[in-house]
C-alpha cells in the first residue's frame, strides 16, 4: 500500500532555532518527492521538488535531503522564524498513472517568540 | 499571471443539501485535481479532470462528482451532504497529467465547506 509517514505530528520551537522534519514513504513506482507548506486555512504551497536522483535541495533557509534506498526524506529548517509556523506536507508522486499524489498528514510547527 | 483561484472561500450547508465549489487554474495549466482535507489531516485526492473528461478518481462516493470546460476551469460538485463532508476543499492545477517529468501542482486557497 502507498503510504507517506510524517514526524513528528507537531513540533515547537523558539525563534533562531534549527529543526528537522522526517518523512517516511512506501510509494512505488517512485517519480518525485515533494515539501509543502501549509499555512492554516490556506492551500499549500510548494517548497522543494526532488526526483530520483536528487539527494538534496534547498529553498533560501529549508533543505531537503532524499534517501531513495531506504526511503527517507528529511526537511531542515535553519534560524527559523515565526512565520514559519504552519504545517510541512511531505508528498509524493507515483509515476505509475496520471501524476498521482500521495499526502503525509503533515508536521504541525509551531515557532515561538 | 493569476494563480489558482476557488469560490467561494466559505460556504455553510445543512445535511442532505447539494453543494457546487468552483476552481479557475493557473494560467497555462490545463490540468484539475481536486483534495479533501479534513482539520489536522493532509489532503485525500477525489479526482483529475483532463481535457474535459475525469481521468483518475480516489477512494470517494459517487456523491462527488465534478465537471470541466474548456476553459479548463472545474467544478466539484457534492451531493446530499454529510456531517464529515465539512472540509477545506483544495484545487490543484499542473500542465498535463502524463507527469514525466516533475511537474508542480500549484493549490488554490481552498473552499472551507461547514456542513450544519
Known amino acids: 500500500k502507498n503510504q507517506v509517514e510524517q514526524s513528528p505530528q507537531s513540533l515547537i520551537i523558539l525563534e533562531g532555532k534549527n529543526c528537522t522534519l522526517q518523512?517516511?514513504?512506501?510509494?512505488?513506482?517512485?517519480?518525485?518527492l515533494r515539501w509543502y507548506k501549509q499555512d492554516t486555512g490556506r492551500g499549500p504551497v510548494s517548497l522543494t521538488i526532488?526526483?530520483?536522483?536528487?539527494n538534496t535541495k534547498s529553498n533560501g533557509r529549508y533543505t531537503a535531503t532524499l534517501d531513495a534506498d531506504t526511503k527517507q526524506s528529511s526537511l531542515h529548517i535553519t534560524a527559523s522564524q515565526l512565520s514559519d509556523s504552519a504545517s510541512y506536507i511531505c508528498?509524493?508522486?507515483?509515476?505509475?498513472?496520471?501524476?498521482?499524489?500521495?499526502f503525509g498528514a503533515g508536521t504541525r510547527l509551531a515557532v515561538h517568540p | 499571471d493569476a494563480g489558482v483561484t476557488q469560490s467561494p472561500t466559505h460556504l455553510i450547508k445543512t445535511r442532505g443539501q447539494q453543494v457546487t465549489l468552483r476552481c479557475s487554474p493557473k494560467s497555462g495549466h490545463d490540468t484539475v485535481s481536486w483534495y479533501q482535507q479534513a482539520l489536522g489531516q493532509g489532503p485525500q485526492f477525489i479526482f483529475q479532470?483532463?481535457?474535459?473528461?475525469?481521468?483518475q478518481r480516489g477512494n470517494f462516493p459517487d456523491r462527488f462528482s465534478g465537471h470541466q470546460f474548456p476553459n479548463y476551469s472545474s467544478e466539484l460538485n457534492v451531493n446530499a451532504l454529510l456531517l464529515g463532508d465539512s472540509a477545506l476543499y483544495l484545487c490543484a492545477s499542473s500542465l498535463s497529467p502524463s507527469g514525466r517529468r516533475a511537474d508542480t501542482q500549484y493549490f488554490g486557497p481552498g473552499t472551507r465547506l461547514t456542513v450544519l
Open positions: 526532488m526526483t530520483f536522483s536528487e
Open positions: 518523512c517516511n514513504y512506501t510509494v512505488s513506482p517512485f517519480s518525485n
Open positions: 508528498v509524493v508522486s507515483s509515476s505509475g498513472g496520471y501524476n498521482k499524489l500521495i
Open positions: 479532470y483532463y481535457e474535459e473528461e475525469e481521468r
